[in-house]
C-alpha cells in the first residue's frame, strides 16, 4: 500500500537557524513527488515537483531532494514568513490518486 | 489570475441535514480533485474528474457524493453529515497528466451541530 511519512511533526526554528524536513515514502512506480505549503485556514500552495532520484529543485531559501525512498526539504536561514505546514504527497504510476503526508509544522521565530 | 474558488468559505449545517460545497475554476483544467483535511492530518482524496469521467476512492463513504455539470464547476455533496464529518474540504485542479502539480482553493470548513 502507497504510503507517505513526513518528520518532525513540529520543527521550531531561530530564525537565520537551517534545518531539514523529511519525507518518507512507499509507492509502486513513482510518477511524482510534490512539496506544498499550507498556511493556516488555506489551501496548500505549490512549491516542487521531483520525478526521479537524484534530481533536485531550488527556489529562494527552500531546496527539495529526492531519493528512492525519501524526499528532503532544505531550508536555509529562514525567517519568520517561512513559518507553515509543508506538505509532502506522491503520485504513482496507478494514475491521479494523490497520497499526502500528515505535514511538518515549521515555526520560526525572529 | 486564474484560480480555484471554493464557496462558501465556512458552512454550518445540521445533523443529518444535507449539505452541498462548490468549486469553480479559471484554469481549464480538465481534472478536479477533492479532499477531506481535518484538523493536523493529511488531506484525504475522495474522488477525482477526468473530465467528465468520475473516479471514486475505494474508501469513501457512500454519503459523499459529486458533479461536475461542465469544465468549471464541480460539486460535493453530503447527504447526511455526521459529526465525523466534520472538516475542511479543499478543491483541487491538474493538468492531463498525474504527474503535474495541483492548484488548491482554499477550501471550506464545515461544522456540523
Known amino acids: 500500500e502507497d504510503q507517505v511519512t513526513q518528520s518532525p511533526e513540529a520543527l521550531r526554528l531561530q530564525e537565520g537557524e537551517s534545518s531539514s524536513l523529511n519525507c518518507s515514502y512507499t509507492v509502486s512506480g513513482l510518477r511524482g513527488l510534490f512539496w506544498y505549503r499550507q498556511d493556516p485556514g488555506k489551501g496548500p500552495e505549490f512549491l516542487f515537483t521531483?520525478?526521479?532520484a537524484g534530481e533536485e529543485k531550488e527556489k529562494e531559501r527552500l531546496k527539495a531532494t529526492l531519493t528512492k525512498k525519501e524526499s528532503f526539504l532544505h531550508i536555509t536561514a529562514p525567517k519568520p514568513e517561512d513559518s507553515a505546514t509543508y506538505l509532502c504527497?506522491?503520485?504513482?504510476?496507478?494514475?491521479?490518486?494523490?497520497?499526502f503526508g500528515a505535514g511538518t509544522r515549521l515555526f520560526v521565530k525572529a | 489570475d486564474a484560480m480555484v474558488i471554493q464557496n462558501p468559505r465556512y458552512q454550518v449545517t445540521q445533523f443529518g441535514k444535507p449539505v452541498t460545497l462548490s468549486c469553480s475554476q479559471t484554469?481549464?483544467?480538465?481534472?478536479m480533485y477533492w479532499y477531506q483535511q481535518k484538523s493536523s492530518q493529511a488531506p484525504k482524496l475522495l474522488f477525482h474528474?477526468?473530465?467528465?469521467?468520475?473516479?471514486n476512492e475505494a474508501d469513501t463513504p457512500d454519503n459523499f457524493q459529486s458533479r461536475r455539470p461542465n469544465t468549471s464547476f464541480c460539486f460535493l455533496d453530503i447527504r447526511s453529515p455526521g459529526l465525523g464529518d466534520a472538516a475542511m474540504y479543499l478543491c483541487a485542479t491538474g493538468g492531463d497528466r498525474p504527474n503535474q502539480p495541483q492548484h488548491f482553493g482554499d477550501g471550506t470548513r464545515l461544522s456540523i451541530l
Open positions: 521531483l520525478y526521479s
Open positions: 504527497a506522491v503520485q504513482s504510476a496507478g494514475g491521479f490518486k494523490t497520497i
Open positions: 474528474y477526468y473530465d467528465k469521467d468520475f473516479n
Open positions: 484554469l481549464n483544467h480538465n481534472v
